[in-house]
């Protein structure tokens, strides 16, 4: 069957107060995989219900394709062959973006201040703002943050406050290190949660051989506990002693 050939019939919500994003993203997937869509929009709850009962569906949009009904967005993806994102599935890519954003903000500020990308404040500027930007994932939801911090923080599971006090003190510190200010409080801070955070990480991973989700970035994520987040911790303890010679 050629491109021009290609035929899908769509059925999806399109109401005054709700348009179904999902549609929407049906419908480009399907076009830009070269198919002629019938867009058959569902513009009211009655419309929805009576097309559900009729096919014995739950959701919407719907997708026939040669009098076949396909599904909805995912058994499209499914049956174009393209991957379909398992919500469940490991993953570094919000550490990767993170750690992306941050070393290409430093080098940003860098250029801003010195007129050159790379020098010894980029080092400490990527290290501050990753602090305070791991800090704000955590701060979106404090609770969920520190129920998973208890997984395997030592610190926390003695003294469960110190999840909640967690995310204000790496940010606190992270904040104070980039303007380069108050290092009475951002040094011993960002030094005893990072030896604290990497001895509980090396404990939990390489002794104990535990499977963990990291809280890193935030109480919902589904980055691995490993080498990222012990790294995250090692660089603030590097930062912490790296600026004890530098500030004193």
């Known amino acids: 069957m050629s491109n021009a050939e290609k035929k899908a019939t769509l059925y999806r919500m399109v109401m005054e107060d709700h348009v179904c994003p999902y549609g929407l993203k049906t419908k480009h997937l399907l076009k830009s995989n070269g198919y002629t869509v019938d867009d058959r929009p569902l513009t009211s709850r009655e419309e929805t219900d009576a097309f559900q009962e ?7 949009p719907q997708v026939f394709i040669d009098g076949d009904r396909i599904g909805g967005y995912e058994e499209v993806r499914d049956y174009l062959g393209k991957p379909v994102p398992d919500p469940d599935a490991k993953s570094y890519q919000p550490v990767i973006a993170l750690f992306s954003m941050t070393a290409l903000l430093a080098l940003a500020t860098s250029w801003l201040a010195f007129g050159t990308l790379l020098s010894v404040q980029t080092v400490e ?60 409080i951002s040094i011993p801070v960002a030094f005893f949660i990072g030896t604290v955070g990497a001895v509980s990480v090396f404990k939990a991973v390489y002794i104990d051989k535990r499977e963990l989700k990291c809280a890193c970035v935030g109480g919902d994520s589904n980055v691995p ?18 600026m004890s010679f530098v500030m004193f």
């Not at 997984?151 to 599971?157: I, K, M, Q, T, V």
């Not at 506990?225 to 303890?237: D, K």
């Open 125 to 184: 500027w990527f290290i501050s703002f990753s602090m305070v930007v791991l800090a704000l994932l955590k701060l979106q939801n404090v609770e969920s943050f520190s129920t998973m911090f208890l997984n395997y923080d030592l610190l926390a599971r003695r003294w469960v406050p110190y999840g909640k006090i967690y995310p204000f003190a790496e940010g606190l510190a992270g904040l104070l290190m980039a303007a380069e200010f108050a290092a009475i």
């Open 54 to 60: 009729k096919h014995d569906v739950d959701t919407t």
């Open 225 to 242: 506990l490993g080498f990222i987040s012990l790294t995250e911790n090692l660089m603030m303890v590097g930062m912490a002693i790296w």
